[in-house]
């Protein structure tokens, strides 16, 4: 299962993966079929290391490659302000 760390400005580390990222083979195919949206998102989990509470963020399918640390960092500030 591949998952990506990124360290927030309050120096949180928040580990982020794409929701049934560990199935494999044809599963793996029709698990990111089920879970893409209409606007090609997908689900991603980011934890957090050290008692913050986890958000869930729908991000672009290719979001592992492609979405850069900074855009993450604010997806999770903003995923965190909507939870309050």
Do not use: Y
Request: aromatic share 6%; glycine share 8%.
């Amino acid at each position: 299962m591949e998952q990506r760390e990124v360290t927030d400005q309050a120096g949180t580390t928040w580990t982020c993966v794409q929701a049934f990222a560990g199935v494999k083979g044809e599963n793996a195919e029709k698990a990111k079929e089920i879970s893409e949206n209409n606007h090609h998102q997908v689900p991603v989990v980011c934890t957090p290391r050290g008692g913050a509470q986890s958000v869930r963020l729908e991000l672009a399918t290719d979001w592992f490659d492609n979405f850069e640390d900074e855009d993450l960092i604010l997806a999770i500030g903003k995923a965190q302000q909507e939870q309050q």
